[in-house]
């Protein structure tokens, strides 16, 4: 069996699935993508959600800011049908410690520097936002009222819905075992029942499983698959309309759920856990639930009656410098969008549009942006992509 396409993408998760809908957008229909399970079933299912804008490295916090109005205005930019996909606009607030006064300074004169709407405000606000918490250890505090959270999941039905609409196919179900190449060119793929689909351009958008796959073809993708923990809280009272709060002091960040529970992550990725992403523990250890409850008793002491609601795990694809790849992949034919190491939920719509701008003209369009930013080469030279303005403790994710 054979069939074409005018461009190909492997894995239909998050990326993959906003890759098709913004190639659909530039009127590139002819597109065929392969999920080997159904769309967002990997790790698309598992992200925090978190949206912020909050980067010292520039490009990112570009990417993240005009990723905002998908979020805001989904039936613009998604159609009639996507009038809600799970964004919650509660605001952001980021706290730091004394010794991170001037990183936070610095990174939010460079996020207004490329359009983000961001702004220093001081405890007594903080306060009024989360009268449970302890706000004696912070120094400083940046706000984004038009960050909060949202639902990658239902992220992903959107882009797929608006992609299909426009004519692009999504095949579910369809494992791609290889690419296939002439040369130094990729040519196609073939799926696990002996399906060719032949194509100008091959993405491969396949999160944690890319390193692997890529190995195959000679191509080097320095991801490493880690495992991370949410634990989900309930308060114990009404909280009411909090924001998601990013605390860079004791490496913890809190966000609302719908019903009234709080979800908490760990910030603190100095030492990560190594995960195969098809057979990992899919709830959090004890020990991780153990410090959720020191963290979160120390900044939050005012939630007396607070306790574990439930947990769950999902993976990371990290690079060396936890900044993704959006880049051609060394052989003629081949993109590569992957190791988002924890980013992706809140820049996909502007990973799409990068994507777009690599298979249509070869560079991006938003000189916010630059491809080269994203480049996998940088791995082989060493010019890694790190911010400017890096926080003592919490580097990893800024």
């Known amino acids: 069996m054979s069939d074409t396409a005018d461009v190909v993408i492997v894995g239909g998760g998050l990326e993959g699935a906003a890759t098709a809908w913004a190639l659909s957008q530039r009127g590139v229909t002819d597109v065929?993508?392969?999920?080997?399970?159904?769309?967002?079933?990997?790790?698309?299912?598992k992200s925090s959600g978190i949206v912020r804008c909050h980067y010292g490295v520039s490009s990112l916090a570009a990417m993240a800011t005009s990723s905002l109005d998908v979020f805001e205005k989904p039936e613009q930019f998604l159609g009639?049908?996507?009038?809600?996909?799970?964004?919650?606009?509660?605001?952001?607030?980021?706290?730091?410690?004394?010794p991170n006064v001037q990183a936070l300074r610095s990174s939010l004169a460079a996020q207004r520097a490329v359009g983000v709407q961001t702004e220093e405000?001081?405890?007594a606000e903080v306060a009024a936002m989360w009268p449970s918490a302890n706000l004696e250890p912070f120094a400083a505090f940046g706000w984004e009222a038009r960050g909060g959270y949202?639902?990658?999941?239902?992220?992903?039905?959107?882009?797929?819905?608006?992609?299909?609409?426009?004519?692009?196919?999504?095949?579910?179900?369809?494992?791609?075992?290889?690419?296939?190449?002439?040369?130094?060119?990729?040519?196609?793929i073939r799926l696990a029942d002996g399906t060719q689909v032949s194509a100008g351009t091959v993405v491969v958008a396949a999160g944690a499983w890319t390193r692997?796959?890529?190995?195959?073809?000679?191509?080097e993708v320095?991801?490493?698959?880690?495992?991370?923990?949410?634990?989900?809280?309930?308060?114990?009272?009404?909280?009411?309309p909090v924001p998601v709060f990013s605390d860079l002091v004791s490496l913890q960040y809190v966000r609302p759920e719908l019903g009234g529970e709080i979800l908490f992550g760990n910030s603190d990725l100095a030492h990560c856990e190594d995960a195969d992403?098809?057979?990992?523990?899919?709830?959090?250890?004890?020990?991780?639930?153990?410090?959720?409850?020191?963290?979160?008793?120390?900044?939050?002491p005012g939630l007396v009656d607070a306790s574990i609601s439930g947990s769950y795990a999902g993976c990371y694809d990290v690079t060396p410098d936890w900044n993704p790849?959006?880049?051609?992949?060394?052989?003629?034919?081949?993109?590569?969008?992957?190791?988002?190491s924890g980013h992706g939920f809140k820049i996909a719509p502007a990973v799409g549009r990068l994507v777009a701008d690599l298979v249509t003209e070869g560079a991006s369009s938003d000189p916010r942006i630059p491809e080269t930013d994203f480049a996998l080469s940088r791995f082989a030279d060493g010019t890694l992509l790190r911010s400017p303005y890096p926080y003592v403790g919490a580097g990893e994710m800024r």
């Open 32 to 45: 065929f993508v392969a999920e080997r399970n159904t769309v967002g079933s990997g790790m698309t299912g």
């Open 80 to 98: 009639e049908h996507a009038t809600d996909i799970g964004f919650r606009q509660t605001g952001y607030v980021v706290g730091v410690g004394e």
């Open 121 to 123: 405000i001081d405890a």
């Open 150 to 188: 949202g639902d990658a999941y239902q992220t992903a039905q959107a882009f797929a819905v608006s992609a299909r609409a426009a004519g692009v196919r999504i095949r579910q179900g369809a494992n791609v075992t290889e690419l296939l190449l002439d040369g130094d060119r990729v040519t196609g």
């Open 212 to 219: 692997p796959f890529l190995a195959q073809v000679g191509v």
């Open 222 to 240: 320095p991801i490493r698959v880690v495992r991370e923990q949410i634990v989900t809280i309930s308060p114990g009272l009404d909280l009411g």
């Open 277 to 300: 992403p098809d057979d990992y523990l899919n709830r959090a250890t004890d020990s991780f639930v153990e410090m959720t409850v020191q963290k979160v008793g120390d900044r939050f």
């Open 325 to 340: 790849v959006i880049s051609a992949g060394g052989l003629g034919g081949l993109i590569v969008a992957a190791g988002f």
